[in-house]
């Protein structure tokens, strides 16, 4: 997953983006960026690492302007390498950069087609340099010395046109402003937000309300499936509907863990889905095993805290903060490497000894993907302790890979490939465990929040995938070039890229 933001102030907006990323750390701790538009200059930083090791105090006097955009990445394609770091530039039409989070699932066929027929040179392996230069070409195909409002949605009509997969974008255009535009199926979030000041309106687009909300901006709406917004250099706001049949089927692993939980997506609170995650699981529990013997419920931090507390409440059991997490290590599941995954767990999380002596505790977590954290974690029960350690998750097994922005493309990857529970219970070793059901799920995001949301993104548990446009072949091909060791041969093989538009 990756954050985006785009700002079109009144004042500087450096500070503002800066601010921004760092609450949408969570998507995305490979790299950062933030590119600024003053006058007709362009400003760009990024580099791989944290956005607080990313930008110094040089970087940010140098990022002038009352217009930007910014990133922050988990790398889904290409490389890890800080040339593949986000926002992309391209000179031509009037100068644009682009920060997308997402994935397209034709990233190949558009390459071959950018090279043959736009005659256009992408000089890494990042779907989001494709992306841009589609839009690119699609806005330079109108060939006007000036545009409007029309012009940037007609470019974007035609993107949808030849873009698949998942993407929320934000690009912005050099004298004109920042167009913001998500796919036909708005797998991936992107929020309004507006502020009033002296000068005059000011807005921004990002991945998160958690963004709008820190830097003073009251939230607008979410921006829909298939629609695009352009915010002038005036800071006058347009948009259009740009895609024939959007349907809304965003990813509910949003909800599962992606998001912050002080975030509402698509109408949506990610806190009180989570919440409801807990309850459900709480009722499955006592419909499974009415008689059962857990003494306390144990959250493994940090993200599955939220439906832990609802689940210990709906079952009438002690809850208790037996895991610490160090608050200087951020999320394992998004470090690109297994071996760096699971030695982060231990420095981490620790557990205190109490909570676990002679216990029969349920451990709680939001989702079990490769098995890392759960396996560790039950060893650390057990050596704290515990006399029986159950585990339960709020999410269903994760049974395939993603192809939308998260980084899960092989199968045999995943712990719940191909093994039923009682199997993935034996291999995490727990002594129980209960996941909860696609159904429970999908009614505790559902809810009555919003009307729009019929469906979700639910591929990684029912391996449907909703752009209808992943077959075997296209996952087989996925599996070879993005498995933990492809990774690891290509990193070793391509060295350090060197980048064509950055700064020391
Ligand atoms: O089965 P796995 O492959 O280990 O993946 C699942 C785990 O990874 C995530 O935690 P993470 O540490 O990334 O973030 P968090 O602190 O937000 O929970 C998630 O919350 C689970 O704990
Ligand atoms: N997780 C994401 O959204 C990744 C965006 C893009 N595919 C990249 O790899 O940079
Ligand atoms: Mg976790």
């Known amino acids: 997953m990756c954050g985006i933001i785009g700002i079109v102030g009144k004042s500087p907006v450096n500070q503002g983006l800066y601010d921004g990323l760092t609450v949408l750390q969570h998507r995305g701790q490979d790299a950062a960026g933030i590119m600024t538009s003053d006058g007709d200059r362009l400003h760009l930083r990024k580099d791989n690492g944290l956005v607080r090791d990313v930008f110094h105090t040089r970087h940010m006097l140098r990022l002038k302007g009352n217009m930007g955009i910014g990133h922050v990445r988990y790398p889904t ?158 800071g006058n706001f347009h948009s259009r509907q740009c895609a024939e049949g959007s349907v809304y089927s965003p990813c509910i692993f949003e909800y599962v863990y992606f998001a912050r939980p002080d975030s509402i997506i698509d109408g949506i609170s990610v806190y009180k889905a989570r919440l409801r995650m807990g309850e459900r699981l709480a009722r499955k529990i006592l419909r499974e095993w009415p008689q059962h013997d857990i003494d306390v419920v144990i959250p493994i931090p940090d993200t599955s805290r939220t439906s832990a507390l609802q689940l210990s409440y709906e079952l009438g059991v002690l809850y208790r903060e037996g895991f610490i997490k160090n608050r200087y290590i951020g999320r394992t599941f998004i470090m690109p490497g297994q071996k760096q995954r699971k030695k982060s767990v231990r420095q981490k999380l620790n557990a205190i000894g109490l909570e676990f002596r002679g216990k029969n505790v349920l451990l709680v977590d939001d989702s079990i993907v490769r098995g890392t954290t759960s396996k560790q974690i039950i060893q650390m029960a057990r050596d704290a302790g515990a006399n029986k350690v159950y585990f339960a998750s709020a999410a269903p097994p994760v049974r395939y890979p993603n192809v939308y922005g998260i980084d899960m493309p092989t199968t045999a990857e995943l712990i719940g490939h191909g093994r039923d529970d009682k199997q993935i219970a034996e291999a995490i070793g727990a002594d129980w465990l209960i996941y909860q059901d696609l159904d429970d799920l999908i009614s505790a995001v559902l809810y009555k929040d919003n009307k729009k949301v019929r469906q979700f993104d639910t591929s990684v548990f029912s391996g ?28 070793l093989e391509e060295g350090v890229t060197i980048d064509l538009h950055n700064s020391e």
Not at 86 to 110: E, M, R, W
Not at 210 to 229: I, N, Q, S, Y
């Open 77 to 234: 394609a290409g490389c890890s390498s800080s040339a593949e770091s986000q926002p992309f530039y391209v000179n031509s039409p009037y100068g644009i950069s682009l920060a997308h989070n997402g994935n397209l699932t034709n990233a190949d066929t558009l390459k071959g087609d950018m090279f043959r027929e736009d005659l256009r040179h992408i000089n890494t392996n990042s779907d989001s340099e494709i992306l841009l230069n589609v839009f690119a070409h699609e806005l330079q195909r109108q060939g006007k010395l000036r545009i409007d409002e029309g012009d940037v949605f007609e470019a974007v009509t035609r993107v949808h046109k030849r873009v698949r997969g998942a993407y929320a974008a934000v690009a912005m255009i050099i004298g004109y402003g920042i167009v913001a535009f998500r796919d036909k199926h708005g797998i991936r979030p992107l929020a309004i937000g507006r502020r009033e000041t002296p000068q005059g309106t000011e807005w921004t687009v990002a991945s998160e309300t958690v963004a709008v909300d820190a830097l003073g901006f009251e939230r607008v709406r979410d921006l829909e499936p298939g629609e695009a917004v352009f915010i002038d250099v005036d």
């Open 464 to 491: 449907e995938y909703p752009t209808g446009d992943v077959t075997p072949e296209y996952l087989k091909q996925l599996e070879q070039c993005r498995s933990d060791g492809a990774k690891e041969t290509r990193d």
